[in-house]
């Protein structure tokens, strides 16, 4: 008997996209070979995780998997035919209960026996009928043979740091229990949510086709000085009180290398300045800015020395820099 999917993942039947979507993604990092390497129960769960979350993340998938079960998802399975042999084989079951029999032709009665469906009884599988009949439900049937159905799309996720996403690079992984790793290549200006496709290393084909690709999800892991905005970089950039001041050129790391920008004289902090083009860049689109807020450092240590300096300064602070500061 196949596996529940529902319980495969741990969700009710009633689940949402939401609830399913999280569990998928919190057994499958659990079971990632990566991280069971060599376990055989743990690669079968993979497996079956993978599967489940291929049909109930799926809009199209699931209600035909509620409604028929795996059979449903076969290629060449026909709803409408599916629907009206249950039709007809609850009506005959019901009938078989009540010793009576299925209408048939002018009125006359047809004893039913369901056992015959499949132990080639009259109509049953075994008769020409019957084949005819189940051939045509499941495109079994030689006038509507298909060839081998592409496998299923798989889905994993990575993680990667935000240098490499913004400058792109790339990564030897071992997809869907893969003996030998692959390279993955991550294109210039991905971002959070951003997704590769890998053909051929998604789920094997049941039926002699080519197996599915592998879509892998990028989560990208947060920078210590840059933040990201679209196409745009952004940059909380130190200075120092007296290149505030006196102004200064002064250099910025960016992702095409470092470059010099030109703080102006009596800068406030919270200035910004933009460089452009010194942003993300990809393929076939302009390369977006980047924007450095300037933030003036005061000195921190405990100096007799640096008290009387500044106290000074504050002598020639004659205006209230808060006068207009209101809610």
């Known amino acids: 008997m196949a596996d529940d999917l529902y319980a495969v993942l741990g969700v009710p039947k009633n689940a949402d996209h939401d609830t399913i979507k999280k569990a998928y993604r919190k057994l499958a990092k659990e079971l990632h070979p990566d991280k069971n ?155 959070e949510g951003s997704r590769i496709r890998i053909p051929g290393h998604g789920a094997q084909s049941m039926g002699g086709g080519p197996p599915g690709d592998m879509m892998v999800v990028l989560h990208v892991q947060p920078h210590k000085w840059f933040k990201r905005d679209g196409d745009d970089l952004r940059l909380s950039l130190p200075i120092t009180l007296h290149e505030a001041y006196a102004g200064a050129k002064v250099k910025v790391p960016t992702p095409e290398g470092a470059v010099t920008i030109k703080v102006p004289p009596r800068t406030q902090s919270g200035a910004v300045l933009r460089v452009r083009g010194k942003g993300v860049s990809r393929k076939g689109k302009e390369a977006g800015d980047l924007y450095v807020e300037l933030v003036v450092q005061i000195p921190t240590e405990d100096s007799p020395e640096v008290a009387e300096l500044i106290e000074k300064l504050g002598q020639f602070q004659t205006e209230d820099p808060r006068k207009e500061l209101a809610f």
């Open 37 to 191: 390497p060599g376990n055989k129960q743990s690669e079968s769960r993979f497996k079956s995780v993978n599967h489940a979350f291929d049909v109930l993340g799926n809009d199209k998938k699931r209600p035909l998997y509620d409604e028929f079960g795996e059979e449903g998802l076969r290629d060449g399975f026909e709803v409408e035919k599916a629907r009206a042999y249950k039709q007809w084989a609850g009506a005959a079951n019901q009938a078989g209960r009540r010793g009576g029999g299925m209408p048939r032709g002018g009125g006359g009665v047809h004893e039913v026996n369901l056992e015959d469906l499949f132990n080639g009884g009259p109509g049953g599988v075994g008769s020409s009928a019957g084949s005819d009949f189940f051939g045509d439900l499941f495109g079994r049937g030689g006038r509507r043979a298909r060839g081998p159905v592409k496998g299923a799309d798989l889905e994993s996720e990575m993680t990667i740091d935000f240098v490499s996403a913004v400058r792109g690079a790339t990564f030897e992984l071992r997809l869907n229990n893969a003996i030998e790793p692959v390279s993955v290549r991550i294109p210039p200006g991905a971002g």
